[in-house]
């Protein structure tokens, strides 16, 4: 497999970018999806995260090496993945790592200041038929409160888009941060992207380190 991973701050715009490159032959998958999609599910695994995720914590690690693990074994060896929210930890990147089919070739770091995260996430929108985003100011929908994508008119917040659990997740983030970033150096795969650009601009940056990574 060929795996690139987007590391960054919740609302670093990870998950933005990898739905626009789905189209140039890269599968995104988003642990924080995964979780949300088995607590709408009403699955134990589901149960189990949403404890965490309400109080901006992480869900524990093995909880989490077994999804991936899971979820990977059931994909081709030629899978082209960019890995959005997993790992967050050094001994998720470590799991990975550890198995030969799943080690990490690109570790891409959105960098955000810090200051401009919290008016990102609070302001975040997600539709809850088609799961594109947008965010009230910066990406507004075409229409108010209309999916541009399937024209849904349930844009709602994230539960854990509330300003008192965003600096939680921030705070949790700033903890592991330095470690993860540290590890992926280590091995010569970490790449900075400037996340405060527009996201056309974003875009055409990841494609550029993408494709000189991937040929
Ligand atoms: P997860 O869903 O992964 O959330 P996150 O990391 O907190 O990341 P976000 O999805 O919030 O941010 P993003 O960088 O994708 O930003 P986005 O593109 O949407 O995780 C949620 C929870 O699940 C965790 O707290 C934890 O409990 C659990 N979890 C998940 N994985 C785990 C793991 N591996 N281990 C343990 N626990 C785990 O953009 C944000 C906003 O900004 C949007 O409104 C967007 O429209 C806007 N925006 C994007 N780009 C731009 C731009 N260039 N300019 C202006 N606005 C922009």
Redesign the pocket.
């Known amino acids: 497999m060929q795996i690139a991973v987007l590391l960054?701050?919740?609302?670093?715009?990870?998950?933005?970018?990898a739905k626009r490159l789905t189209d140039v032959g890269f599968k995104h998958y988003?642990?924080?999806?995964m979780?949300?999609a088995a607590i709408k599910a009403g699955t134990q695994l589901g149960e189990k995260?949403r404890a965490?995720?309400d109080k901006?914590?992480?869900?524990?690690?093995p909880i989490?090496i077994d999804l991936i693990a899971d979820t990977f074994s059931k994909l081709p060896t030629d899978s082209r993945i960019l890995l959005?929210?997993?790992?967050?930890?050094v001994p998720?990147a470590e799991a990975l790592d550890a198995n030969p089919t799943t080690q990490v070739g690109l570790a891409l770091n959105?960098d955000l200041p810090e200051s401009l995260l919290v008016e990102?996430?609070t302001?975040?929108?997600t539709c809850q038929e088609c799961g594109a985003?947008?965010?009230i100011k910066?990406?507004p929908p075409k229409v108010s409160g209309v999916c541009d994508r399937c024209g849904s008119k349930a844009l709602m917040q994230?539960s854990?888009?509330t300003e008192e659990v965003v600096r939680r997740?921030l705070s949790?983030?700033n903890k592991q941060n330095a470690g993860l970033l540290d590890y992926y150096r280590k091995k010569s795969v970490l790449v900075t992207v400037r996340?405060?650009?527009?996201?056309a601009a974003?875009q055409t940056e990841l494609l550029k380190k993408l494709e000189s990574w991937s040929k």
């Open positions: 960054g701050a919740p609302g670093s715009g990870k998950g933005t970018q988003s642990t924080g999806d979780l949300r995260a965490f995720m901006g914590e992480l869900v524990p690690d989490m959005d929210g997993f790992p967050r930890t998720q959105f990102r996430l302001g975040r929108r985003t947008y965010h910066f990406i994230r854990d888009d997740r949790v983030f996340a405060d650009q527009p996201p974003i």
